[in-house]
């Protein structure tokens, strides 16, 4: 049996405008670029993306069945900038062949920094996919899958999840295959899905690639690779960013016909079948223990933290940022605490790493600055105002303009 | 390979950047085994340091020839012509003036030759530039070489007439165009100088991207002929060990940002000093220093004055070896607001004394450097930003100055010197 499970994450941040340490206003975020980036990606990827699988549900009748998660700080933008966006997420919520995972509503690194607030949005996340698409989510994942034992006992001991995901890295596994079901160390009836990253990124990352020896990667190739594992597992874990179809790879890369067709490949075998994280977890009992001790995530070839907290700017800015927690919350204003979390979303941090600049790396093409310290300033002077709304929250707040979310 | 170079300055007389780059070049070149006879104006003046050996001090001829031990495959041939880097008229009269008053030799020695005409030349600059042509023109007879390589506008007419006599492929390295140097109101001769001297190349060098781009678009050189070699840093005067603090005038807990050049249009000083205010009115414990001089030194004091920030801006004048180490030492940060810089070697200066720095985007040297921050010349608001940035937060601070000082290791003048031996090459096997 190979359960075919696809999960695909779903994010973008809101990002700041260009904020000197002259701006006394406390509008953050660039609404303009915001909504512009939003509609670009919604009609390159998330709108024909969110078509084709809808249209794929309806084909196989059932038999074909996905997973989302979706990050608060993009559903707040859909709903402005894209709202043709939100209704094909409620059309495929209705269909039942789709499961919505939980994670952090604000895509946060919260987890590492603060267990109070790492719950409040977890739980934030879990009423807003109840609120928007009627799913109680039982599997969790974290930011950018970054994951270690502590972090599966917290979600235990949430007791609302079934299931908890992460990257199936080698370091982590050892001679182990990710395509089981596992239990993460020391749970009594968490279990664990592994990421199958070398079949993830054939998709994600190699799709497009003409160097690839396996280029052009076709559904009946790929079919055959998950084919292979029928006998020595039962599930590929397929877990990747939403933006592969029509933003990482472009459209005239053949990836939305390369999906179009993946089922029908699959279901050739009499064996296969798809599967959402939920029914996966629970249709195979755990073969194992996973003892992950050090934080690790899905992040470049280290798997570690080193893209949001790998120079001294990214942890100072994290650690001025979670410092300030109480006083914000002391304030008790709503917009002053929207702001504080918005300031949390893990890309912030990222735009700060200075590990891909010099070989001008694709990550770049990703980030609003023209240089890590840009962004680490411009993080700086709006974290000040913010702190500055704290000792003094009617007096900070000069020009308030009615604004995003 | 043998060159024949018309270059510019020798330590310890070293003015700027262009006198830097030609012996940061050369000296790169002597390592690799290129032999490089160095043709230089004016004469070294007796005052030179203890590794130079003098080879022939012919009273009746203008030239003297020596040679440095640290440099064994390169011969230096210095002629005596009134000719000074960054000069325009107006500040070549001056220097004329003040070298007749002091004595200087040339005088005598441009009587004993043949072409020059005598008792006409104060003040005027191109028959200088052209006695100096044929002067060595005269030289290279007695040379071997392969190709000849000249240094800015004012050894072109140099560089054409060897090439001319010799039948030798002409390269014309290019460091500061008279765009760079004076805005709009560009001086008409020195504008046909560099022109003649592109389109009589067989290859152009330019320091940047940005030069390149100003010789394609204001003088209509074609780009295939611009080569880019950007210039490197040398790491043996960067900093070692020792300093006390201190000095006059500046407080132990008080920053410092520093301005390190010529006082002139091109370097930007009044975008310095409105960004200095505009820092100021957030931040009180900054000394902004401006060390150096230039032609807009008085202005720029004045400046200060009016803007209400006298006593927190600081000028040294021009500072030289041990006192340009002192003043590193000291600084927090670095600031190039430059109007328009074609390479700008300071910054990686700075990085090299592990001061972090701020350059302006309309320089070449921000090809080469990633890890430094940059602002446009005249946004004064956001050079003012990038400061308090740097000067509160540590972690900044120290990122910008560790990668910074990391990644100006990369910038070899040896690699600049191979770039240069592979364009020689090519215009031999084109010839």
């Known amino acids: 049996m190979a359960s075919v499970v696809f999960y695909f994450q779903v994010h973008q941040p809101i990002r700041l405008r260009h904020y000197t340490v002259f701006d006394k206003s406390s509008r953050y975020f660039d609404d303009n670029k915001n909504a512009q980036i939003c509609k670009k990606v919604s ?49 495929l919520a209705e269909t039942g062949c789709v499961e919505f995972l939980a994670e952090t509503y604000y895509h946060s690194l919260s987890f590492i920094y603060s267990r109070g607030e790492f719950v409040e949005q977890v739980e934030k996340h879990c009423e807003t996919m109840k609120r928007l698409f009627g799913y109680e989510p039982k599997v969790f994942r974290n930011t950018e899958l970054i994951y270690n034992n502590e ?96 933003e990482h790879q472009w459209a005239d890369t053949g990836i939305f016909d390369f999906m179009r067709h993946l089922p029908d490949e699959i279901f050739k075998h009499p064996d296969n079948d798809f599967k959402t994280p ?102 700086m002077n709006v974290l000040s105002n913010l702190h500055k709304r704290c000792e003094r929250p009617s007096i900070a707040d000069e020009s308030r303009a009615p604004a995003l979310g | 390979m043998r060159v024949f170079m018309l270059g510019w300055e020798f330590p310890p007389f070293i003015s700027g950047g262009l006198g830097t780059a030609c012996y940061g070049l050369t000296k790169a070149m002597d390592k690799l085994g290129i032999k490089v006879t160095f043709v230089l104006p004016r004469a070294v003046q007796g005052e030179h340091s203890t590794h130079v050996k003098m080879l022939s001090s012919e009273s009746h001829r203008p030239i003297t020839g020596f040679m440095d031990s640290n440099l064994p495959n390169t011969k230096f041939l210095t002629v005596d012509a009134a000719l000074y880097p960054y000069s325009d008229e107006h500040q070549y009269r001056y220097q004329i003036e003040h070298d007749l008053a002091a004595g200087n030799s040339f005088t005598q020695a441009r009587q004993n030759l043949p072409m020059a005409n005598a008792g006409h030349y104060a003040g005027d600059m191109y028959s200088e530039v052209h006695r100096y042509a044929a002067i060595a023109a005269e030289l290279a007879l007695n040379e071997d070489f392969d190709v000849v390589h000249a240094h800015d506008w004012m050894t072109y007419p140099a560089g054409i007439a060897v090439a001319s006599r010799t039948g030798k492929p002409l390269i ?102 409105q960004a200095a205010k505009r820092v100021l009115e957030v931040m009180e414990d900054v000394k902004f220093v401006m060390a150096g001089a230039g032609d807009m030194m008085h202005r720029a004091i004045n400046m200060a004055a009016e803007l209400g920030i006298g006593r927190k801006v600081l000028f040294t004048g021009f500072l030289q070896g041990e006192q340009v180490r002192k003043i590193y030492q000291m600084a927090d940060l670095y600031v190039m607001p430059s109007v328009s810089e074609p390479f700008g070697i300071a910054p990686l200066e700075a990085l090299n004394h592990e001061v972090p720095v701020i350059i302006s985007k309309q320089s070449g040297v921000s090809e080469v450097l990633t890890h430094a921050l940059k602002v446009d010349f005249w946004d004064i608001d956001e050079m003012a930003n990038k400061i308090i940035a740097v000067l509160r937060h540590q972690p900044l601070q120290v990122t910008l100055r560790d990668y910074g000082n990391y990644e100006v290791r990369k910038l070899r003048w040896e690699d600049s010197a191979a770039k240069c031996a592979r364009i020689y090459n090519e215009t031999l096997v084109a010839v």
Request: proline residues 3%.
């Open chain 1, 43 to 91: 009609g390159k990827c998330y709108l024909p993306a969110n078509r084709l699988m809808l249209e794929l549900i309806r084909r196989y009748e059932g038999r074909f069945k996905i997973a989302y998660s979706v990050t608060g700080t993009l559903l707040e933008q859909l709903e402005h900038f894209s709202p043709e966006v939100m209704s094909t997420f409620h059309a």
């Open chain 1, 151 to 246: 972090l599966a006992h917290q979600i235990e001991a949430m007791n609302q999840f079934d299931a908890i995901l992460c990257e199936g890295a080698d370091h982590i596994l050892g001679y182990r295959s990710p395509n089981y079901v596992y239990k993460p160390q020391g749970c009594q009836k968490l279990r664990l899905l592994m990421k199958n990253y070398s079949l993830s990124d054939d998709i994600a990352f190699r799709f497009s690639n003409r160097g690839w020896t396996q280029w052009p990667l076709t559904a009946d190739k790929f079919t055959q690779w998950v084919n292979k594992v029928n006998g020595n597992g039962y599930v590929v874990n397929l877990f990747m960013d939403y933006e592969t179809f029509g």
């Open chain 1, 278 to 379: 939920s029914e996966a977890a629970m249709a195979y009992e755990p073969v194992g223990e996973i003892d992950v001790p050090h934080l690790t995530s899905w992040a470049d070839t280290e798997r570690d933290l080193s893209a949001w907290l790998g120079n001294p700017m990214q942890s100072s800015a994290i650690h001025e940022l979670y410092r300030i927690e109480n006083k914000i919350k002391a304030v008790g204003d709503e917009e002053l605490l929207m702001d504080w979390r918005k300031l949390q979303t893990s890309d912030h941090f990222y735009y700060m790493c200075t590990k891909y600049f010099s070989d001008g790396d694709v990550h770049k093409y990703f980030n609003p600055y023209d240089s890590p310290y840009d962004s680490f300033i411009n993080f």
């Open chain 2, 172 to 273: 014309v390295h290019i460091h500061s165009t008279e765009f760079d140097r004076s805005g709009e109101h560009v001086n008409q001769m020195i504008y046909d100088f560099e022109r003649q001297g592109f389109h009589a190349a067989d290859r152009v060098i330019a320091v940047s991207h940005y030069t390149r781009n100003i010789l394609i678009s204001r003088y209509g050189v074609c780009g295939d002929k611009i080569e880019v070699v950007h210039n490197g840093v040398d790491r043996s005067n960067g900093s070692n060990g020792d300093s006390s603090l201190s000095e006059a005038g500046i407080e132990r807990d008080e920053k410092l940002v520093l301005f390190l050049g010529r006082i002139t249009m091109q370097k930007g000083p009044e975008y310095f000093l």
